[in-house]
């Protein structure tokens, strides 16, 4: 009914940029706070950085100053701008968001990962 699909990942050099991006579709009445959460290899999913509806965020100690959450409400899409990539950064980056639909029902909603690689 209501569902996310990331896109952007691809293979990077390290010290580079990279945005992925993340839309909403369905039938959607509003959409609280987004997330973006990272699985590298072998590990956790751990959570990397939120954004509200009025677009406060909040980010993990290890991506700060580094990344950059943002949404455009319109599009129903947040972002995250990835600076001065390292090899650490690589893995999947999944986005998360709690949906409304317009039969006021709430989702906690994930999409289908996409993958960074971050190598020379």
């Known amino acids: 009914q209501v569902q996310l699909a990331e896109s952007g990942g691809r293979l990077v050099q390290p010290g580079e940029s990279l945005k992925v991006s993340c839309e909403a579709s369905?039938?959607?009445?509003?959409?609280?706070?987004m997330g973006w959460y990272r699985q590298a290899p072998g590990k956790q999913r751990e959570f990397l950085a939120s954004?509200?509806?009025?677009?406060?965020?909040t980010y993990a100690d290890s991506v700060k100053g580094r990344f950059t959450i943002s949404r455009d409400n319109p599009k129903h899409t947040v972002y995250l701008q990835m600076d001065s990539l390292t090899p650490d950064d690589t893995g999947v980056f999944y986005c998360?968001?709690?949906?409304?639909?317009?039969?006021?029902?709430?989702?906690?909603?994930w999409g289908q990962g996409t993958r960074v690689t971050v190598s020379s």
């Open positions: 369905g039938r959607i009445a509003t959409i609280n706070a």
């Open positions: 998360n968001a709690a949906i409304l639909d317009v039969d006021n029902n709430w989702h906690d909603v």
């Open positions: 954004i509200t509806r009025s677009k406060k965020t």
